[in-house]
């Protein structure tokens, strides 16, 4: 059989190819964000007075606290309002690797300001023997609002190519090692959240995208939701985050599975 190239449509191609560039970030762990993006905050000391109480006034969630100042990631919605109202106490920085695997290790102190890193002993073992070199997720989205589900969408993206590290999403829990909640879950989700979980086969992992699904969020204490389940299972990551950006949700999964 012959095989015809029409070279006219060979040349057009190669012309997109070569007006869009390279689409991919090429380094993940050290691209820089570009335009506003609060990260990491930094609780500056200089200058400290008790203000503690008007800190926690002004934050929605009740993230900040404590005299000395701290605040918890796993409850901060990434406002702003505590950085507009003193600026010279606190700083967002760009920091996007904020992920880490244990839920203490998302408060933040005043006078702290170094990178987030998940250590070797805060992590299963099995986790990184098995699940090392490749890792399927399922997502469940436990009454979210679609923010946290569209950025963990964008993580498999040209851009982000969240596959080159073989991490994917997959379609059924089934072919999972592990499943991503978002959300504050709901009394609905409850169930399905249960059923997801037993049919992933072991050793299975949880991951929490978001601040709805780390603390409830804005929506904590309310009678509608049902976060039972999370008092059944260990939590093997937490990526904060109103919504997470898929850069602190690859590195906070490369950095659990120890792959730098
Ligand atoms: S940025 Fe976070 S800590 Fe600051 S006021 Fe908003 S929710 Fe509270």
Redesign the pocket.
Known sequence: MKLKINAGSVFSDIKILWHQGKQYIPDVTTVEVPGIFRGRPVIHAAGATDDSMQFAA????G??SGNPVR?DLGK????????RAFPERITFSKDYKISAASRDSLIIQQGQDKPMEIHAHEVRKEIRRYLGNSLKLRQVSAAGDNSCEWELNAAGNVNFDMGRFGIEFVASPRHANGMVITGPISKNMAEPLQICYDAIPHPKIIILAGTDAISGGIYSGSQALDRSFLDKYKVDLYVPGNPVHPLTFINGVLSLLNRK
């Open positions: 002004i934050c929605p969630t993230a900040i605040i901060c919605t990434f406002c702003g309002e505590c950085q």
